[in-house]
């Protein structure tokens, strides 16, 4: 058997056309099979899949065979150029020619065009990986023949000291630089108490923790090398096997955590990642090698230099990049891929630029010690207990100190992940309850059940208003005039308040999109799943249309698309709207007086319904500079956030106007509200995706009645309200009544006495994220919260009065133990309103689905 070495004065370009076409080749898989995860994933499949924000991924899935083919056809001019012979030469061409059939196949079906919600596209994010694999397998085994093991550097430890200290710096930098931004931000700083300190002091240790086990690991791996007579290269193997450790830990524990993603098919999906990601990667390193030039001489001063300013640029970009992330994350998830980036860069610039080479190997059993303490030591003396179960004082402030540290601290939370074992975190009987009873996959039993909010619904007597409800996307009510004093920018809706019922004491149910909005329509607590099928046995709004004739002018979202039953006479609103983020309130009312003057039916009443999506934090970010702020505004308030907001408002005054002009206003109820609020980082807290945080829950909520109904109903706007309060409000007022009273059921807000009124209050409201396993409690008309966290295995209990930011933790052992009853209590009876009973999954489910 003959292989060929590439000459030096050839390598490099080679080399380097050689690597860039595998990063290519394995990212387009790569992004392909994280893809398909996500289809997997029932929540992820409606919020990204379906409601795809990006264009450049839609083009992608377009033209991924077009794309497949041609990176094949570049990896295949990189295995000419390298003029591979016998054995090596026939495994890369039979190789090549596998994948070119792949490339056929994708041409003819479309595999990804297509992609379901199934476990079919779990089996594509893992098939698409094999390649990736195959090819480092195949690289690797030739340049493992012809790599010159001499010229690797001699069997030598790993010094602890250099590598400690970057892990040390990143836990006191890190943290510090977010308190910073903070301070920039909102101009004040919360004072640290002892606690707090303690918290970042023993967030700084897990920091050192972590690193002395990554380094005593791989010295591991070098003293056992060394016992063997071709030790070089079984060093590569074992700092490899390491790797794929670490690697799996880290996407497991860190990464799919996130989503969250907990099950046997993660634990496989990770594990086959991380052995396809070290295969390719030990495949490069070997290529590499042989392309690395020996003179070296002359460029120690050049080092040194240029090793301090990506220190530097190191230091500035750990300040920059959490800021341009923003709010626009995923629990965390960019951030922590950053965090990751930093880590590897951190310690690839100590190894690079310092001496962290020991003279000789450490003692086996010296590093045996270090590797197994160090996870011990942070379990037993760091790991505050998390158990939703009641905990002594002490602990419970300790355990609060170190999840406000957490919030700020990212890179605490990737240490965190990485040293805590994710089956041994404490979970009691109520969260395995909740973690059953929450993102049900399509293959849960759960029989078609007619949940009514009325014993009977027959058309309504009389001439019916026309219906506006508007459900602005993340819309908090602390930017509108008529719920905060200090703002000065929506006169339009502070004039339509002042003519309005403001509902000031609102909250959404759902704490995210793809189970708020159906809650709306159904006037329900729904089940926790991505969704009941089919839908219109329990859309109680759907059924008030069908049963009083509406006319629907309906902006349909990739939500409503699963939803509605799209009859021929809906009326689409946004049809030229290509992504979500691009619906717009101002052209959605524009649209909407087009429609109704072209389209609608005199003799009928109609309904219109839009959720413009304006103040996403996505669609913020990818604002235009026409749409950028022009003005300053108070320091309290984010500027492209309140510029927004002012451009909104200035469109629905306009739209007023015209309902005025049209004839329509003082025959119309009109609603603005939102799906819910959105955290911008106060205490720690960004976004919405898996959040039961007060600035998520809490939404605005104002309903303008016609002329003729106001005087013939009482409202308290003063009492806890909800946005799936609205629909039950539509009934009452079209005189769709009794409403059902039941716990499970949204509430009339407007009824024909007060008395009435306070039959429907209840003490306690189950509130849900739409994403994860986190309940809470609103009790005594939202002044107190309780939260019970299942990802974490946590609890809290918060006065929003004392507390209006949840940051201090009330709880004690009779308060946990009444709030956990009760929100088992809630969670069961809405499993027993749609008939479902909890089995545990089997092989055959996972087939059907």
Not at 590 to 617: C, L, M, T, W, Y
Not at 804 to 809: C, D, E, F, L, Q
Request: glycine fraction near 6%; charged fraction near 15%; aromatic fraction near 12%.
């Amino acid at each position: 058997m003959h292989t060929t070495t590439p000459q030096p004065g050839q390598s490099k370009v080679i080399v380097w056309f050689y690597v860039l076409t595998r990063i290519a080749f394995t990212g387009l898989l790569l992004l392909t099979s994280i893809y398909c995860l996500l289809a997997y994933l029932p929540d992820f499949y409606y919020a990204f899949i379906q409601a795809s924000f990006q264009p450049w991924l839609r083009w992608l899935i377009r033209f991924h065979p077009y794309v497949y083919t041609a990176l094949l056809g570049v990896l295949g001019i990189s295995l000419v150029l390298e003029k591979r012979a016998g054995e090596d030469k026939r495994q890369a061409w039979i190789f090549f020619f596998a994948q070119a059939s792949f490339a056929i196949y994708f041409f003819l079906a479309r595999p990804f065009s297509s992609i379901g919600n199934n476990s079919l596209s779990y089996i594509w994010s893992l098939i698409l990986l094999v390649p990736v694999f195959l090819l480092g397998l195949v690289d690797g085994a030739a340049g493992w023949k012809r790599a010159a093991w001499g010229s690797w550097r001699p069997m030598a430890g790993w010094k602890f000291g250099g590598l400690l200290t970057a892990a040390a710096a990143i836990g006191v930098v890190y943290p510090g630089l977010a308190f910073l931004r903070a301070l920039q931000l909102w101009k004040r700083f919360s004072a640290f108490s002892s606690l707090d300190l303690q918290a970042w002091l023993g967030a700084v240790v897990a920091h050192v923790l972590l690193a002395a086990f990554i380094v005593s690991c791989f010295n591991v791996a070098e003293n056992t090398a060394a016992r063997f007579s071709n030790a070089v290269q079984m060093r590569f193997l074992f700092n490899s096997l390491i790797t794929v450790f670490l690697v799996d830990r880290i996407f497991q524990n860190v990464i799919l955590a996130s989503l969250p993603f907990y099950s046997l098919t993660s634990q496989i999906y990770s594990a086959v990642l991380a052995l396809t990601l070290v295969m390719l990667g030990s495949s490069l390193r070997l290529r590499l090698k042989q392309a690395r030039t020996a003179d070296n001489r002359h460029q120690e001063s050049r080092r040194r230099r240029l090793g301090a300013a990506l220190v530097l640029v190191l230091f500035a970009a750990a300040y920059l990049i959490p800021a341009l992330i923003g709010v626009v994350d995923w629990n965390f998830l960019f951030e922590k891929l950053w965090v990751l980036l930093l880590w590897a860069s951190a310690f690839c610039l100590v190894i690079v630029f310092c001496r962290v080479r020991a003279n000789s190997i450490y003692p086996a059993r010296t590093l045996i010690v270090i590797a197994l303490l160090t996870p011990l030591t942070y379990h037993f003396l760091l790991a505050v207990p998390t158990t939703m179960a009641s905990s002594s004082l002490p602990i419970s402030e300790m355990k609060d100190a170190v999840a406000r540290h957490s919030y700020s601290d990212v890179s605490f939370q990737v240490v965190r992940g990485t040293l805590t074992f994710q089956e041994k975190k404490s979970c009691d009987d109520l969260c395995q309850f909740l973690g059953t009873q929450t993102n049900l996959p399509p293959t849960a039993n759960v029989p078609s059940v007619n949940v009514d909010l009325v014993h009977s619904l027959s058309p309504a007597a009389g001439r019916k208003p026309n219906i506006f409800v508007f459900v602005v996307d993340s819309l908090r009510p602390d930017y509108l005039s008529p719920y905060n004093p200090d703002v000065h920018f929506t006169p339009e809706i502070g004039k339509f308040a002042a003519e309005s019922t403001v509902m000031l004491n609102a909250f959404t149910r759902y704490a995210g999109t793809t189970l708020s909005e159906p809650a709306i329509w159904a006037g329900a607590m729904l089940l926790h799943k991505h969704y009941i099928q089919p839908f219109h046995p329990v859309n109680g709004l759907e059924k008030l249309l069908d049963a009083d004739g509406y006319q629907r002018f309906i902006s349909v979202d990739t939500v409503l698309q699963v939803l509605l039953r799209l009859t021929p006479d809906l009326v689409r609103l946004d049809e030229n709207v290509r992504i979500w983020t691009e619906e717009d309130f101002c052209s959605t009312a524009r649209d909407v007086e087009a429609k109704i003057s072209r389209f609608q039916d005199r003799q009928r009443p109609s309904f219109i319904f839009a959720q413009p999506q304006n103040v996403h934090g996505i669609t913020l970010s990818r604002l235009g500079a026409d749409r950028q702020p022009k003005k300053p505004y108070p320091a309290r308030f984010r500027p492209v956030l309140a510029s927004e907001i002012e451009r909104l408002d200035g469109c629905f005054g306009k739209f007023v106007h015209y309902l005025r002009s049209a004839g329509l206003y003082d025959n119309s109820i009109i609603v603005i509200t939102s799906d819910h609020g959105d955290a911008f980082g106060e205490f720690g807290h960004k976004g919405h995706a898996l959040e039961i945080h007060p600035s998520v829950l809490r939404v605005p909520l104002i309903i303008h009645l016609p002329a003729a109904m106001r005087q013939q109903y009482v409202s308290n706007p003063e009492r806890i309200a909800f946005n799936i309060d609205i629909t039950p409000t539509l009934y009452y007022l079209l005189g769709h009544r009794p409403i059902i009273d039941d716990e499970r059921f949204g509430v009339p807000l407007f009824t024909a006495t007060a008395a009435e009124a306070a039959s429907y209050q209840r003490s306690n409201y189950l509130v849900v994220s739409s994403y994860g396993a986190v309940y809470g409690l609103l009790s005594d008309n939202g002044r107190k919260l309780f939260v019970a966290n299942a990802m974490e295995g946590t609890n809290g209990y918060y006065d929003l009065v004392k507390d209006p930011g949840a940051v201090v933790n009330r709880a004690n052992d009779q308060i946990l133990t009444s709030e956990e009853q009760l929100t088992r209590t809630y969670v069961q009876q809405i499993a027993d309103l749609y008939h479902f009973k909890y089995h545990s999954p089997t092989f055959a489910d996972w087939l059907v689905h």
